[in-house]
C-alpha cells in the first residue's frame, strides 16, 4: 500500500521537478486558491496561532499575513523537490549562505558546532550546506512511517554531502566523531513540540507559554560544540539566504538553559521581522503550561 500510494505521486514530481521554478509556481498560484478558499487546510490552526502570536495587529494585518504563509507554504511544495534534477552551483542561485567565514572562523579553532533554527523560511535548501562549509555536516531526522517518502526525503536532504542521523541515535553519533577527532556541523531543528511527558522546560515564546527541547543546549553543552544560529531569509520567491550568528563558543561556561533561550529569542526575533514564513500550521500550542503548586 505504501508504494502504490508513493509511485504515481513520485512519478508526478519527478517530472514537474524539471521545470524552471517560475512555471512551477504557476501551479501553487492555482494550488494556493485549492487549499486557502476551498480545502481551508488547517486554516483555524493558522488564525488562532496568528491572533495569539500578534495580539497587536488588527485583523486586517493577519489575514495578510495568513494569506502570504498559504502561498509560501504552496510554493515550497515545489521548492521542495526542486533539487531532485540541479547540482549545487545551480542551486546556489536560490539559496546563498551570506556569512561562511563564522563557521569556518570556528572550524580552524578545532570547534564542532550545533546549528540551531525552527521551521522557517526553506530549511530544506540546507542540503547544499557541505558546499559552503569545511565541517563534516549532519542532520537530524524521524523516520516517516512511509518507508518510500522517507528514503526520498534522507535521498534529497544528503544529496550534496550531509549525513543523515536518527535522533534516537544524535548524541552517540556525535560522540564517537568527536572521538574521532571530526569537527562537525549539526543543525537542530528546535521548534517541535514536544510530548507531554518529555516536556522539561518551558518559556515564553511569541506571548504564549511554551514549551522547549533541550536536546540541542544539552547535546552542545556536553561535546563543547559551539552554538550558531542559522537566521533563513526569504529574499525573493523562491530565493532565501543564509545567515549565521554566533551564540555561545563555549557552552559549558553558560548557564543552565541560557543557550535555549538565546536560540529561541532568536528565532522569535527571526519570526517578528518577516512573520509570514514560519509554520503556522503547526499545532505548537497544543499543551498548556501546568499551574503552579
Known amino acids: 500500500m505504501q508504494r502504490l500510494t508513493f509511485a504515481p505521486l513520485y512519478a508526478f514530481m519527478w517530472l514537474a521537478a524539471w521545470l524552471p521554478l517560475r512555471v512551477q509556481f504557476i501551479f501553487t498560484d492555482l494550488l494556493f486558491v485549492v487549499v486557502y478558499y476551498l480545502t481551508g487546510y488547517r486554516k483555524?490552526?493558522?488564525?488562532?496561532?496568528?491572533r495569539n502570536a500578534f495580539p497587536e495587529k488588527e485583523t486586517r494585518e493577519l489575514r495578510h499575513l495568513e494569506r502570504?504563509?498559504?502561498h509560501h507554504l504552496c510554493d515550497s511544495i515545489v521548492e521542495w523537490m526542486y533539487p531532485l534534477h540541479r547540482s549545487a552551483e545551480e542551486m546556489s542561485r536560490y539559496f546563498k549562505v551570506v556569512n561562511p567565514e563564522v563557521l569556518n572562523a570556528l572550524y580552524s579553532k578545532g570547534k564542532s558546532v550545533a546549528g540551531?533554527?525552527?521551521?522557517?523560511a526553506n530549511w530544506e535548501y540546507l542540503s547544499t550546506l557541505p558546499v559552503h562549509v569545511q565541517h563534516k555536516v549532519w542532520a537530524i531526522h524521524k523516520p516517516l512511517k512511509n518507508k518510500y517518502f522517507n528514503k526520498l526525503i534522507n535521498d534529497l536532504r544528503s544529496k550534496y554531502g550531509v549525513h543523515m542521523m536518527d535522533t534516537k541515535e544524535s548524541f552517540r553519533t556525535?560522540?564517537?566523531?568527536?572521538?574521532?577527532?571530526?569537527?562537525?556541523?549539526?543543525?537542530?531543528?528546535?521548534?517541535?513540540?514536544?510530548?507531554?511527558?518529555?516536556i522539561k522546560y518551558w518559556t515564553t515564546f511569541l506571548h504564549q507559554d511554551t514549551p522547549i527541547f533541550l536536546g540541542a543546549e544539552q547535546i552542545a553543552t556536553k561535546l563543547d560544540m559551539a552554538v550558531v544560529f542559522f537566521d533563513i531569509r526569504k529574499v525573493g520567491r523562491g530565493r532565501y539566504e543564509l545567515h549565521f550568528e554566533l551564540l555561545a563558543e563555549n557552552p559549558k561556561l553558560c548557564a543552565e538553559n541560557e543557550i535555549t533561550e538565546l536560540h529561541v529569542r532568536a528565532l522569535e526575533k527571526a519570526i517578528r521581522r518577516d512573520p509570514a514564513w514560519w509554520l503556522w500550521s503547526h499545532r505548537r500550542w497544543k499543551h498548556a503550561k501546568p499551574l503552579a503548586t
Open 68 to 70: 502570504q504563509f498559504y
Open 116 to 120: 540551531i533554527l525552527g521551521h522557517y
Open 174 to 198: 556525535l560522540l564517537t566523531e568527536a572521538r574521532n577527532g571530526e569537527k562537525t556541523l549539526t543543525y537542530f531543528l528546535s521548534d517541535q513540540s514536544p510530548q507531554r511527558s518529555k
Open 44 to 50: 483555524a490552526v493558522v488564525r488562532e496561532n496568528l
